[in-house]
């Protein structure tokens, strides 16, 4: 059973950094697609980011505006998100993602999800 275990979530203050780490077990990480989607309160679960199962294709929603970063070790199993210069509509739960095939902005095409962590960003 493929397990992810989403961390690196809490508060900021609105300009500050976050990283969010995701390490998935059970299963072949190499195979995987990943990506972050984040649902904030009252609103649908939203596409962040993705990167391709080898780490040389990435994709980001317009929000993240080129303040976000995916990268990937595929030798430690683990997805990145580095978030800098975040905004109060930043605020919601991040969730991590893996399908095996190629990545995609589609939620439901994603096999297996993490409990996800909660970013508050404050004014």
């Known amino acids: 059973q493929v397990h992810l275990v989403e961390s690196g979530g809490g508060l900021a203050q609105a300009g500050n950094s976050l990283r969010l780490s995701c390490s998935v077990s059970?299963?072949?990480?190499?195979?995987?697609?990943m990506a972050w989607f984040r649902q904030a309160p009252g609103k649908e679960r939203e596409f962040a980011a993705g990167i391709s199962w080898r780490g040389t294709n990435t994709e980001y929603a317009d929000f993240v505006k080129g303040r976000f970063t995916i990268t990937r070790d595929n030798a430690k199993n683990t997805v990145y998100l580095q978030m800098n210069n975040l905004e109060p509509e930043d605020t919601a739960i991040y969730y991590c993602a893996a399908r095996e095939g190629p990545k995609t902005t589609t939620l439901s095409k994603y096999d297996y999800w993490g409990q996800g962590t909660q970013v508050t960003v404050s004014s």
């Open positions: 059970g299963g072949d990480f190499n195979i995987y697609a």
